[in-house]
């Protein structure tokens, strides 16, 4: 069973009756394991023309994270570095199918120190349902 760990690192201390019936106790120290380095990035799809797009981090180096496009969007590409999480509305989606436009947001890696990227391809067929994800289930 999944245990807690809200502190780096939490103390466990169990005790128990040995076959004696006296107490017997033990203490653990378990520490918090680090998350993975990541970048993530979401459209909400394309409608006008333009997109919005919502972002997160987890362990990157602060303030680190820079935006690119091909070709070449300024309504992304500034500012310069971004959040580490946010979002940004009316990113132009030039009219340019069956080409796509690569949005690419890439940040550094706070232990590791490498580039961290991720992309999306938008064209102005990408509609309005692109990267929208779906429950799982349904509650009743």
Known sequence: MPVSVPYNPTNYKITCNNQFGNPVTSTISVARGTL???????SNGVSGGFTTFTWGTVNVVPNSCHPSSSPSIPSWDTPDPKADNGSQANVVVPNSAPLFTTYTLTCTGLYSGNPISVDIQLNENSGTTFNKKQPKYKEN
């Open 36 to 42: 993975p380095e990541s970048v993530s990035l979401l």
